[in-house]
C-alpha cells in the first residue's frame, strides 16, 4: 500500500513533491509537476460538466478486501432506489451503463477486452482516464455521484481530489473491517483526507460480525481486538456511519457473476 509519509506539506502547497519529506514518496514526481505549475485547464473543465451532480463522494479504503466496491454497489442502489427519476438520455459525451433507470455506472472494465485482462496501465494513463470518466461522460442530471477507488493513497486519489477540486466533493465514506490490521491502514486513509483537506462523511465496519442464517448466532469471523471501527472512530473523533453483517446472499450474487465491475468505476443515480 502506498501512503503519505510523515510531514507532507499536501498538495496544494508550493513545496509539494519538493520538500524533504517528498522524498521517497511513490507520488512525490506527479506532485512536484503541479507545484507552482498553472491549473490543468481540465478542473475548470469538470466544475462545469458537474454542475448537474447534486453530490459527489468517494469511497475510500485503507486496505484491499474489505468490501469497499460492494458497499459502493449496495450505496448506489440504495440512493437509487430513493429516486424517481425517468431514463437519462445522453446528448454528448461517453454514455454511462444504466442497469437500471437511474443507477448507471462507469469502469475501466467496460474498456477492457475481456473481463479477465489485468490493468497495466502507469499512472499517466490512470490519472488520464480518471480525468475523461470525470470530463466526457455524459452524466446528465444525478443527485449522486459514488466513485469507488482502488484501495491505499495513490495517485488516483491524488487526482480524484485534484480534479474534483473546484466542483465541490461532499466527502468521503471510509471503508473497514473490525481487526488492527485493516485500521491501522485506515488511519493511513484518514491522515490522507487531512493532508488534501478531503472531507470525512464517517467511518463503515464491513464484515462487523456472521450472523448464521440458520440459529441467527452472531460470530466474530474478524475480532476487533483494539475495539474495532467504533474506538477508532471515538479517538478520531470521526462518525461512525454504521456496521454491516456478513451476508451470505451478497456472497452468492458475486459468485453468480452479479459482482461490481473493475475499479477504477463511477455510479450515479
Not at 121 to 127: A, F, Q
Amino acid at each position: 500500500m502506498e501512503e503519505v509519509p510523515q510531514g507532507c506539506p499536501g498538495t496544494g502547497s508550493a513545496q509539494a513533491g519538493r520538500g524533504a519529506s517528498c522524498q521517497g514518496c511513490p507520488n512525490q514526481r506527479l506532485c512536484a509537476s503541479g507545484a507552482g505549475a498553472a491549473p490543468d485547464p481540465a478542473i475548470e473543465e469538470i466544475k462545469e460538466k458537474m454542475k448537474t451532480v447534486k453530490h459527489k463522494i468517494l469511497v475510500l479504503s485503507g486496505k484491499g478486501g474489505v468490501g469497499k466496491s460492494t458497499f459502493s454497489a449496495h450505496l448506489a442502489h440504495g440512493l437509487a432506489e430513493d429516486e424517481n427519476t425517468q431514463v437519462h438520455q445522453s446528448g454528448s459525451g461517453w454514455s454511462p451503463v444504466f442497469v437500471e433507470d437511474n443507477l448507471g455506472v462507469m469502469s475501466v472494465g467496460f474498456l477492457l477486452s475481456s473481463p479477465d485482462d489485468a490493468v497495466i496501465w502507469r499512472g499517466p494513463k490512470k490519472n488520464g482516464m480518471i480525468k475523461q470518466f470525470l470530463r466526457d461522460v455524459d452524466w446528465g442530471e444525478v443527485d449522486y455521484l459514488i466513485v469507488d477507488t482502488p484501495p491505499g493513497t495513490s495517485d488516483e486519489h491524488l487526482s480524484a481530489v485534484q480534479y474534483l477540486s473546484a466542483a465541490h466533493i461532499d466527502g468521503a465514506v471510509i471503508i473497514t473491517t473490525p481487526q488492527e490490521v485493516s485500521l491501522q491502514d485506515v488511519r493511513k486513509e484518514i491522515n490522507f483526507c487531512h493532508k488534501v483537506k478531503l472531507p470525512i462523511i464517517g467511518v463503515v465496519e464491513n464484515m462487523s460480525v456472521f450472523i448464521c442464517p440458520k440459529c441467527k448466532k452472531e460470530t466474530q469471523i474478524f475480532p476487533p481486538t483494539t475495539g474495532g471501527a467504533e474506538v477508532m472512530c471515538q479517538d478520531l473523533k470521526i462518525p461512525l456511519l454504521g456496521k454491516v453483517p456478513l451476508d451470505p446472499h451478497i456472497g452468492i450474487q458475486e459468485f453468480c457473476g452479479h459482482h461490481p465491475p473493475k475499479e477504477e468505476h463511477f455510479l450515479s443515480s
